[in-house]
């Protein structure tokens, strides 16, 4: 079962200022995923980790995953209304065979 | 256009009365599994497929079944709904479950009443 715990919940930010979501395992995952979810849409692949301590970027994002496969986050650098939506976690546990999700942050940016 | 489809998207049904929601994808994947979202709960998965005939339970499988006899089909079937199972479904696929993009359905929002 889950043994992800994805945070915060809820973060609210002014445009223009950075947001990031963590997600930390009890266990070694063999990779992490993240997703968005527009309000309304339905989940969307943004990128794949794999690597200890990789990091991967898309124009604003950043996305790390720890040197223990642990724990991963996604950074966002001068958010934009485009960017409101749920962010999801979502990850392999070594060994298993079935893709399980973290229970998500909801970013709201004021304008 | 590859894509996965779910119907119906939305559904009003009363306790008891068995229904089926359909997943289909275009895209060969072996790979399927369904997922329900509630709030603050994230997405919780019911079932998974590794392929043909090859189904196994998710976190929360009480209440649901699936059949995979073809492998662009994968189909949610309640056979008796409850209130608690009022939820937005999504069906997803992938090529495999490890190290690829998993592809979602627009979802499908049930009202058990």
């Known amino acids: 079962g889950q043994q992800v715990m994805q945070i915060p919940q809820y973060q609210h930010v002014q445009e223009g200022e950075d947001f990031t979501t963590y997600c930390n395992s009890s266990?070694?995952?063999?990779?992490i995923q993240w997703y968005k979810q527009r309000p309304g849409g339905h989940p969307v692949f943004l990128i794949q980790l794999v690597k200890s301590g990789e990091v991967k970027k898309q124009k604003r994002l950043t996305f790390q995953f720890g040197e223990a496969k642990k724990n991963s986050s996604l950074h966002i650098t001068a958010t934009q209304t485009t960017d409101v939506g749920t962010y999801f976690c979502a990850y392999v546990q070594t060994g298993a065979n079935n893709l399980f999700f973290g229970t998500g942050t909801r970013l709201t940016v004021i304008p | 256009e590859a894509q996965v489809t779910q119907n119906p998207r939305y559904l009003i049904t009363v306790t008891g009365k068995k229904l089926t929601v359909t997943c289909s994808q275009n895209m060969n994947h072996e790979y399927m599994s369904w997922y329900r979202q509630d709030p603050g709960l994230g997405l919780r998965q019911i079932y998974y497929?590794?392929?043909?005939?090859?189904?196994d339970k998710g976190d929360v499988p009480e209440g649901y079944k699936v059949s995979r006899k073809e492998k662009r089909n994968f189909p949610l079937i309640l056979e008796s709904p409850s209130p608690n199972q009022t939820s937005l479904y999504f069906c997803?696929?992938?090529?495999?479950?490890?190290?690829?993009?998993?592809?979602f359905g627009q979802g499908t929002r049930l009202t058990v009443v």
């Open positions: 266990t070694t995952l063999s990779n």
């Open positions: 497929s590794m392929n043909v005939e090859v189904t």
């Open positions: 997803a696929s992938s090529y495999r479950a490890l190290n690829t993009e998993a592809f």
